[in-house]
């Protein structure tokens, strides 16, 4: 596969999970990447691994600049960096409220605030944002996080419209419960690891955890010039869960 080949993507959250694995077939698609991340170290070999806090405007602007300078512009941006949350609406305070926004939703604004010049320079821009099934079902114990992933979907949609004019197509993957470092620590905590794992699994039709592979397939393929009339799709990679009823 080299249908990335002269092309350049960042991808927020690179250093781990979805951002890895989506750094790594980006890769081997051709592709120069850039992998931001609070803990950049954890970058897939050959990407060029850039500390970035994407909750931060300083440390964005330096890192899409530091991302741009390196690979020789921007065509792909890859907005995946994000952080969970569990419970009801009473579960967390304003404060947690505030910094998962922050990090899910509004950090899709900066950090796409600062490539902008970059993909309205670029014949091939894209951008694919993470959403999230929960964004389309409710489930127990996910308020804050649905809440975010919703705003996500949202937010998607408005940016396709913005900028289809400059050339630039947004879409979005929303995964379902997917085998992360996330999930996996989320079912540490749990009175139960065992049973906690079988509901999860339970809940998608296919009867597993989606794959980090399997999302980073569904980032590519919105992200690939071979996608040029996509625009404002949200793909759900979600194992049938949002929408299947198979009991």
């Not at 592709?31 to 806090?53: F, K, S």
């Not at 899910?104 to 600062?114: D, E, F, L, P, Q």
């Not at 900028?163 to 197509?169: F, M, Q």
């Not at 049973?195 to 590519?220: N, Y």
Request: hydrophobic share 50%; with cysteine.
């Amino acid at each position: 596969m080299t249908e990335f080949a002269g092309l350049t993507a960042i991808v927020t959250g690179g250093g781990s999970g979805l951002g890895a694995a989506t750094v790594r077939l980006l890769l081997a698609g051709g592709a120069m990447v850039a992998a931001l991340d609070v803990r950049p170290e954890g970058a897939p070999e050959g990407a060029v691994p850039l500390r970035c806090d994407v909750a931060d405007d300083d440390s964005v602007a330096e890192a899409v600049a530091a991302a741009a300078g390196l690979l020789g512009g921007i065509d792909i941006l890859v907005n995946n960096a994000g952080i969970g949350a569990s419970g009801d609406i009473a579960a967390n305070g304003s404060g947690e409220w505030a910094r998962v926004l922050d990090v899910n939703v509004t950090s899709i604004a900066r950090v796409t605030r600062a490539a902008l010049p970059y993909l309205r320079a670029s014949a091939h821009a894209a951008v694919v944002n993470t959403c999230s099934a929960v964004a389309f079902v409710g489930v127990p114990n996910r308020a804050l996080y649905s809440a975010s992933k919703g705003a996500v979907a949202a937010l998607t949609l408005a940016m396709a419209a913005d900028h289809v004019g400059d050339g630039i197509r947004v879409n979005a993957v929303a995964p379902g419960t997917a085998d992360t470092p996330w999930v996996g620590r989320l079912l540490a905590a749990s009175d139960d690891p065992e049973q906690a794992a079988v509901a999860l699994r339970a809940r998608q039709p296919l009867g597993r955890l989606v794959t980090a592979d399997e999302v980073a397939h569904a980032i590519a393929s919105l992200a690939s010039p071979l996608a040029a009339s996509t625009t404002g799709a949200v793909l759900r990679v979600d194992g049938g869960m949002t929408s299947l009823r198979v009991g």
